[in-house]
């Protein structure tokens, strides 16, 4: 394994260094484990921007019609309505969840179509999971 | 000092049911489903609570190292001292885990013992899991 396995969750580190311990990775068979053991400052930051955009009810509601549809995107124009919002601020909400690696978009001409990246929930619901088997694994000193 | 007006995920068994809709109520069985459905405004405030709280490095670090602690709870006096915070603002960050419903506690003499609440965190996961027959990113499968 290379030092590539280091993808964060976010691409703001510009810190990382070789000292930590497993870290978020890009590939989904692999989590920081929240509920296994206790994450680093870098972990919890870039994992708290995640959840930090999730952290809102605008936000949770964007995300849920966008992953919920039937197709897997939807138009800018169809989300807007649904809320007592500027369309300005919708999008401002959605900028959030594109830069939490949540959605991503595209535009096509006059709209912008957006769609859910389920790598990332995948992630999180992972890191929300306890480990099958022993409810604690004895692995700490205590 | 307490926000018992907080409608937790947890504390809605006595209270809901009035609504036709599913709610994010405390049975286990029942999730609003992020990725299958678009959540109401209720389920969304209600859900958004927690994942605010979870929007935090200190709070996420705290929550890891409460939930990875083999015997199941830990003590305050072994957690403030992982952090460069005084004791409050930990007791504070504690507080709002406990108040989203993510962490329990119980105070013994001096000190107060933490614990996961796994319901919380089941649910979330829960939450963030793709329905079974969505098509896995990338062909990637389980």
Redesign the interface.
């Known amino acids: 394994m290379s030092n590539q396995d280091l993808v964060l969750l976010d691409q703001t580190d510009g810190t990382a260094g070789t000292s930590g311990t497993a870290r978020a990775s890009g590939s ?1 068979d692999c989590c ?10 870098v972990q ?2 870039e ?3 995640v ?11 964007l ?3 966008i ?2 549809r039937a197709g897997g995107e939807v138009c800018v124009c169809d989300l807007t309505p ?1 809320f007592d919002l500027s369309q300005p601020t919708v999008s401002h909400h959605l900028k959030l969840l594109r830069q939490a690696g949540l959605i991503d978009c595209e535009r096509r001409g006059t709209w912008v179509y957006y769609w ?4 990332m ?2 992630r ?3 890191i ?3 480990p099958t088997g022993a409810p ?5 000193a ?1």
């Open positions: 989904a920081p484990g929240l509920l296994t053991a206790p994450l680093d400052e919890a930051a994992l708290a921007k959840f930090k955009a999730l952290g809102d009810p605008v936000r949770l509601r995300l849920s019609m992953a919920s649904a859910l990246v389920p790598e929930t995948d999180l619901a992972a929300l999971t306890r604690a694994p004895d692995g700490a205590s």
